[in-house]
């Protein structure tokens, strides 16, 4: 499968159209207006998102897409965060879809693929975080596969039409990738919010089974693409904390110039000069990283690639908490309210890092030992 990177013209126009769609849909007055309704859509922008084409942004050209560059798609992530976006773009369009791009089945992936960037389908992967699923277990039986096991923080997974299940045959031991529609597939599941205000859910899976019919991909096949959507998933939501940082950063400096205290702006205090210094270097060596990661993936070297996952997460973890930190010290009390974004912008943070750390699993092991 060929990944081709967008020309110059068409990054613009995609970068000044998300822009506006980020300032006319995801005003921070309108973002909070979303979160207090009830119950919450989560998916009001999504037709939009599919009508500007960015739903086909991690797709292949011979699959419809608009070239599935990872460094495209780190861009289109980056200024979207500024919004923060309450759709399942990274869940279903980056990670779900890099699974539904390794398809065998020609005709049904290619159906599957024109529903989710027609906005039509939401598809999310389950059970592949921190490697291999050895989340869920699946027994053959005779009508198909008995799925076992639980799964805590689940993003999306009740605003999904497909659920990718990944799961560990419990008689080969190898991973296998089951493809069942939602509404023809029952869990049990406690729905909550994130602290970002996206929702998830704990799902738990007591021998649900799921026909034959159902197996999307198998053995070496669904490992190798695990493989890939997990270096997608890092990747993506790498850059989605590096937007959130670009914007902090941004607060920052303009209340820096703006704050008035002792007749002068606090700005010209070298101690804040100073501070806020550190803060845009941690911004610019997490968005190296990330954009070091992106690069990987249009290489063709993310599979193999296990420490740059790791050095990514680390880098940014540290940024961000570093980031989001000064941040709010340098607004005062103003940046930990409800009503100003810095204290959305950090617990979006705070989410993302979370997600991260998850998706990286065992690769973390000797930052924990260090820490």
Not at 164 to 192: M, W, Y
């Amino acid at each position: 499968m060929t990944y081709t990177p967008l020309d110059s013209e068409s990054k613009s126009i995609i970068e000044s159209t998300l822009r506006r769609f980020v300032a006319e849909s995801y005003d921070l007055g309108l973002r909070r207006a979303r979160l207090s309704q009830s119950p919450i859509d989560y998916l009001s922008c999504w037709p939009v998102l599919a009508e500007l084409g960015i739903l086909a942004a991690p797709f292949p050209e011979e699959l419809g897409g608009l070239g599935g560059c990872g460094s495209d798609v780190a861009d289109i992530v980056q200024t979207l965060a500024k919004g923060m976006l309450l759709e399942p773009f990274i869940e279903s369009a980056v990670i779900a879809g890099s699974i539904l791009a390794d398809g065998t089945n020609a005709v049904i992936r290619q159906e599957l693929i024109e529903e989710l960037i027609g906005g039509s389908c939401i598809s999310i992967l389950l059970g592949a975080r921190g490697g291999l699923p050895d989340a869920l277990r699946c027994e053959r039986t005779a009508a198909g596969y008995a799925v076992y096991g639980r799964l805590a923080v689940v993003p999306f997974a009740a605003q999904a039409d497909v659920w990718l299940i990944a799961a560990v045959d419990a008689e080969s031991g190898n991973p296998l990738i089951l493809r069942v529609p939602r509404k023809h597939a029952t869990a049990a599941c406690q729905h909550f919010q994130l602290i970002d205000g996206l929702p998830a859910g704990d799902m738990l899976f007591d021998g649900q089974v799921m026909p034959e019919s159902a197996v999307w991909l198998e053995g070496d096949s669904a490992k190798r693409a695990l493989d890939m959507a997990r270096t997608r998933a890092v990747s993506a939501y790498c850059s989605d904390a590096v937007g959130v940082m670009a914007s902090l950063v941004e607060m920052t400096g303009e209340y820096l110039r703006a704050r008035v205290q002792f007749g002068v702006n606090i700005g010209s205090f070298q101690a804040l000069q100073h501070r806020f210094a550190d803060m845009h270097i941690a911004y610019v060596e997490a968005r190296a990283i990330a954009r070091a990661l992106a690069r990987s993936i249009d290489d063709g070297t993310a599979g193999d690639q296990a420490w740059l996952r790791f050095a990514a997460t680390s880098v940014i973890e540290r940024a961000a908490e570093k980031i989001g930190h000064e941040a709010i010290q340098m607004h005062g009390g103003m940046g930990l309210t409800e009503e100003f974004g810095v204290s959305h912008y950090n617990a979006r943070l705070v989410a993302v890092t979370r997600m991260l750390r998850t998706w990286v699993g065992p690769e973390m092991a000797p930052l924990d030992r260090d820490q």
